[in-house]
Structures are given as C-alpha cells and as structure tokens.
C-alpha cells in the first residue's frame, strides 16, 4: 500500500531558529500533498496544500512566510518552520494523494513532534 | 465550510463488546469519506474508505455505513479488543480537502 515517510518524528529547537520537516512519498507519485497541525485532543487543522511546481495554497490564518512550504518533485514536499517560537510547539503531519488515480483516500505521515524552548 | 461532528467524544468499554461510532458532516456534497486511526502521538492509520455512491464498507471487525444524503457515517466494530483503543477520525473529502471531526477516542478493557 501506499507509504508517506515523514522526518524526524521529534525535533526539539531554540526560540528564533528554524526547522525543516520532510514528507516523502515512497511508492506512488504525489502531485499534491497536505500539511497538518495538531493541538492535544483537537483534531487536524489543515495549514496548507503544497502542489508539486507551484506555490503552496495556505489556509485562512496560517502565516505564509513563517510556514515555508516547497514540493519541489513528486514525491517530496518540505514544510520550514521560521523563527521558531513556543507557541510553534505542535504536532505537524503531511498526508498525499495518489496522483495515479481517484479511487484510494489519502495516506498520512507518522507526524512530527516540534518543541521550541 | 463543511463541519464534522463525531460522537461520542470518549468511550470505555469491556473487551468482547461491539462499537458504534457515529459521525455526521454538514455537507452532503462529499467525493468520499475516510476513517482513520490516531495512535497516542503518532500519525493516521487509513481503516477503510468509503466512496460517495457506495453505502458501507467492510473489512475484518470493522465495517463502515454512509448515508450521504443525511450526512451520516457510523463505523461499528465487532468484538472489541484491548489493541482498538485509540482515536478514531472521520474525514469527509470535498473536492480535494479532507475535513476532520474532534474524534472519538475508543479504551477497550481487558
């Protein structure tokens, strides 16, 4: 089945400095993938949709140059956390879509855990 | 904007028992809809997919309903087990956004 690998799984970063967090697709071509945050007990609040060549479309009240989004191929979209701050501190997830067709659902990464101290 | 409402909100239940899991949406224009499960900390398992002309889908223990036209999507579990605890997420697609619910977060006892 299809397999969205995400790195790293936890990252821990001084306050102001920044942080990249990797999304790949290991088996199938992804010409859209989706970043994810995440509060304790609260669901997903999709931040952005990263499309493979173009520029990333962002959610209303997510600030685009602090979450720098880059899918430069099809099977790798990067999110860049910019002067990091404490209440940057969340669990971050990416998910994609099989290009190849319309019939699957969308296959998640294992998440990444972000504290900023 | 599609909202997702998932209830209930917690369950606890005996090892051995059945689950239902209830899940309602506000748009009814959906392309599919999803169920996922969340692990502690972890990211989300697909459990089964659901397209929008089919009204339930099986596979193992789990089995999923949808009524579109209603809004509704119920997933049942048979024979629960200690290793089902978890959260599960419905996640209906409009378009090409999934939309998600709070969950409803499942503790099976032994």
């Known amino acids: 089945g299809a397999v969205v690998s995400q790195h790293p799984s936890r990252v821990i970063c001084k306050s102001g400095t920044s942080v990249k967090i990797e999304c790949r697709s290991l088996d199938f071509q992804a010409t859209t993938m989706f970043w994810y945050r995440q509060f304790p007990k609260q669901s997903l609040m999709l931040m952005a949709t990263?499309?493979?060549?173009?520029?990333?479309?962002?959610e209303q009240g997510v600030e685009k140059d602090k979450f720098l989004i880059n899918h430069a191929s099809l099977t790798l979209s990067t999110l860049t956390v910019t002067s990091a701050h404490p209440e940057d501190s969340s669990f971050y997830i990416c998910?994609?879509?099989?290009?190849?067709?319309?019939?699957?659902?969308?296959?998640f990464g294992s998440g990444t855990r972000l504290t900023v101290v | 904007k599609q909202e997702v409402t998932q209830i209930p909100a917690a369950l606890s239940v005996p090892e051995g028992e059945n689950l239902v899991l209830n899940c309602s949406f506000t748009d009814s224009a959906i392309y599919n809809l999803q169920w996922f499960r969340q692990d502690p900390g972890k990211g989300l398992t697909s459990l089964l997919l659901?397209?929008?002309?089919?009204r339930e889908q099986t596979s193992g223990r789990l089995n999923a309903s949808l009524d579109k036209s209603s809004g509704r999507s119920t997933l049942y579990i048979a024979a629960s087990q200690p290793g089902d605890s978890a959260t599960y997420l419905c996640a209906p697609r409009d378009d090409y956004k999934l939309s998600f619910g709070a969950g409803t977060t499942v503790t099976v006892r032994a």
């Open positions: 998910s994609a879509r099989d290009s190849t067709g319309d019939n699957y659902g969308y296959t």
């Open positions: 659901i397209q929008s002309s089919q």
């Open positions: 990263s499309n493979e060549g173009s520029k990333a479309t962002y």
